[in-house]
């Protein structure tokens, strides 16, 4: 290796072609229809890109005939040839730019892999980041990001490893409560309890979860988070460690820690990053002890404009029609989970102004709006929806919000409301939009007053988008094909979609956030006479897909697996729902 190192620091430029060509590895026809691809649609790609994408040679062959050209190393990298405890030599930020990993430290000699060993200033910039000198071997892009991945994961086990390999597993007494989490304050803890409580919490705030799970076993403790939908594991401590964690939950949360044996609610404020962040914490005896669900509702993730909801431009323009009117029931539908409350509160966030008196009746209120006041129900002091809804309408509204129509007085007095000036926006659980319609009749609402009152339904379901960083275009399943054959789409053997296949900024699972897929019921003057006379849900669904401009979730979510936004396997599992 030390011989090499004048052709190290040489840094002298390789024309690829001609290395590859001395090497046998291609010849000059096959070089001369890459550069005319190069110039033609190669888009600033380099020769060697070109040469790998039209299959002429592959990544290793082209890597292995530039590391012998400059008298270099090549290795097929495995985790047991890098060295975890030089994660944190080189800034993450420089090692993902130069597609780089640290392997090993000698004395004061590092050695380096790269996959663009060709970069002139990359050596002197190593050692001016390290103090160290450095040396390089030759590995593909692959390797180079499967063993960042393995080093960055064993980064962050390990910090959770040492805090819960210092805890003690008693009870804590220290009542002080969390008022800010960050990096500091994890470092800063005076206990392992709080340190191992607030890593948890900063964590799962960090990571965008929705949800943490804190599930006690026979022989552990199964700590998850629920992000994007789905729950991921992170950390299984011994499960005499349970009572401790779960004590300085409760303590932070305002519950009673020796009362054991019935479920309890409670709730923490705190600060993380800067920002202000509820945590809803509710608690349930189980077989091996109590189980902690805790939800967080983070303002952050809640107030998206409505022009980013993923509303089709011309659903947007009906929906936003619809939502100025000045009077009338708008009803938004679905299951639990999928995005109703955000979607309402940017319809609010949309249509506010000093102008009107704008109130939300909610259990509970999850995020503050600037400019509407909102009220919180209270089902032990009487102060359910309905009585709320009755004293707001004494209060001058314009426009009202109700968390849930989930009673018939609930819903006359809402109908009610739209039938005398006031604009009124309630979600309910359905499985489509024209549903809206049956349930309300089956609450107990007359079906000439929905007629008159109901303006629009917008029922919608939450899918996961695919990671930008990875997805690849994959020959259609034959079961797939199938499926979009029944639903009308043309597709054959050479049709292919974008399917996830996992890096690090998605955690490997393919996919990257989520996405709503939605069906807007505006009912014609047709559709209208139909609920008057109290049709049944098969004649209104009939009369729905025969309107102009009526799209389906299983279209519009097909539009989006089609424009590689998700998959037809997460706009199955959601439509399933």
């Given at each position: 290796?030390?011989t090499?190192d004048?052709?190290?620091r040489s ?5 690829i ?8 590895l291609?010849?000059q026809?096959q070089i ?6 190069q ?6 790609k380099?020769?060697?890109q070109?040469l ?25 990298l ?5 060295d ?8 993450q930020?420089?090692?993902?730019e ?7 430290l000698?004395?004061d ?5 790269v996959s663009?060993?060709t ?12 103090g ?5 071997v ?7 990001r ?8 064993g980064?962050?086990?390990?910090s ?7 805890m003690?597993y008693?009870?804590?007494?220290d009542a002080?409560?969390?008022?800010d989490?960050?990096a ?10 709080i ?6 919490l900063?964590?799962?705030v960090?990571e965008?979860a929705?949800?943490?799970?804190i ?10 988070f ?5 729950l ?6 011994p ?20 009362e054991?044996?019935?479920p309890?609610?409670?709730g923490i404020a705190?600060?993380?990053d ?8 509710s608690?349930m005896?189980?077989?091996y002890g109590?189980?902690?669900?805790i ?7 809640a107030m998206v ?5 993923g509303?089709?431009?011309?659903m947007?323009?009906r ?13 938004v ?7 109703k409350?955000t ?5 609010l966030r949309h ?9 939300t009746?909610e259990d509970p209120v ?8 909102q ?7 009487g102060?359910?929806?309905?009585t709320?809804l ?13 968390g ?9 007095i809402a109908t009610?409301?739209a039938?005398?000036?006031h604009?009124v ?6 499985n489509d939009s024209p549903?809206?319609v049956?349930r309300l009749?089956?609450?107990?609402v007359?079906p000439y007053?929905i007629a ?7 029922a919608q379901?939450?899918v996961?988008?695919l990671?930008?960083s990875?997805?690849?275009?994959q020959p259609?399943e034959?079961e797939?094909?199938?499926i ?5 789409v043309e597709v054959d053997e050479n049709?292919e ?5 996992g890096c690090r900024?998605?955690r490997?699972?393919?996919y990257?956030?989520r996405?709503?897929?939605?069906e807007?019921y505006i ?5 209208l006479d139909a609920i008057?006379?109290?049709a049944a849900l ?9 309107s102009?401009?009526y ?11 089609q ?7 997460e ?6 729902a």
């Amino acid at each position: 290796m030390n011989t090499s190192d004048t052709s190290q620091r040489s840094a002298r430029p390789l024309r690829i072609g001609d290395v590859l060509l001395a090497q046998g590895l291609i010849a000059q026809e096959q070089i001369d229809a890459a550069l005319e691809h190069q110039r033609n649609e190669g888009g600033g790609k380099l020769l060697g890109q070109v040469l790998i994408e039209l299959g002429m040679v592959t990544e290793q062959q082209t890597l292995e005939a530039v590391a012998e050209a400059l008298d270099l190393p090549f290795a097929r990298l495995d985790n047991a040839m890098v060295d975890p405890h030089l994660n944190e030599l080189l800034p993450q930020s420089f090692l993902d730019e130069h597609v780089a990993v640290p392997m090993f430290l000698v004395k004061d000699l590092l050695t380096l892999a790269v996959s663009e060993p060709t970069d002139m200033f990359l050596l002197e910039e190593v050692e001016r980041l390290t103090g160290k000198t450095a040396q390089l071997v030759v590995a593909t892009e692959q390797d180079i990001r499967d063993a960042q991945r393995y080093l960055q994961a064993g980064a962050a086990s390990s910090s959770l490893d040492d805090l819960v390999r210092d805890m003690d597993y008693t009870d804590p007494e220290d009542a002080a409560s969390v008022a800010d989490i960050t990096a500091e304050a994890i470092a800063d803890g005076s206990s392992p309890v709080i340190k191992l409580v607030n890593h948890i919490l900063f964590q799962a705030v960090r990571e965008g979860a929705s949800d943490i799970h804190i599930e006690p076993g026979d022989q552990s403790l199964r700590v998850r988070f629920r992000i994007d939908g789905r729950l991921t594991a992170t950390i299984t401590p011994p499960a005499p460690m349970h009572a401790a964690i779960t004590s300085r939950i409760k303590i932070m949360a305002g519950m009673d820690i020796s009362e054991k044996r019935i479920p309890q609610d409670g709730g923490i404020a705190i600060q993380c990053d800067g920002r202000p962040v509820d945590l809803r914490v509710s608690t349930m005896p189980g077989r091996y002890g109590e189980k902690v669900v805790i939800r967080i509702i983070d303002a952050r993730n809640a107030m998206v404009d409505l022009e980013l909801l993923g509303l089709s431009p011309r659903m947007l323009r009906r929906y936003m029609d619809v939502i100025t009117q000045p009077n009338g029931i708008v009803l938004v539908t679905g299951p639990t989970g999928s995005g109703k409350s955000t979607t309402l509160y940017a319809t609010l966030r949309h249509i506010v102004d000093a102008t009107r008196n704008i109130s939300t009746v909610e259990d509970p209120v999850e995020y503050g709006l600037d400019g509407v006041n909102q009220f919180q129900v209270n089902e032990k002091t009487g102060f359910t929806f309905s009585t709320a809804l009755r004293a707001l309408l004494r209060q001058d509204p314009d426009i009202i919000m109700l968390g849930e129509i989930r009673d018939a007085e609930t819903a006359r007095i809402a109908t009610q409301a739209a039938l005398t000036g006031h604009m009124v926006f309630s979600t309910l659980h359905t499985n489509d939009s024209p549903s809206a319609v049956t349930r309300l009749i089956n609450i107990g609402v007359e079906p000439y007053l929905i007629a008159a009152s109901v303006r629009a339904v917008l029922a919608q379901r939450l899918v996961r988008k695919l990671c930008t960083s990875c997805r690849e275009k994959q020959p259609i399943e034959y079961e797939h094909k199938r499926i979009l054959e029944r639903l009308g789409v043309e597709v054959d053997e050479n049709t292919e979609f974008y399917q996830p296949v996992g890096c690090r900024k998605c955690r490997e699972t393919g996919y990257k956030g989520r996405l709503g897929i939605y069906e807007i019921y505006i009912p014609t003057d047709e559709a209208l006479d139909a609920i008057s006379r109290g049709a049944a849900l098969q004649e209104l669904r009939t009369l729905a897909r025969g309107s102009d401009g009526y799209i389906t979730l299983s279209e519009d979510g097909l539009a989006k697996v089609q424009a590689g936004e998700t998959t037809l396997s997460e706009l199955l599992t959601a439509t399933a729902a």
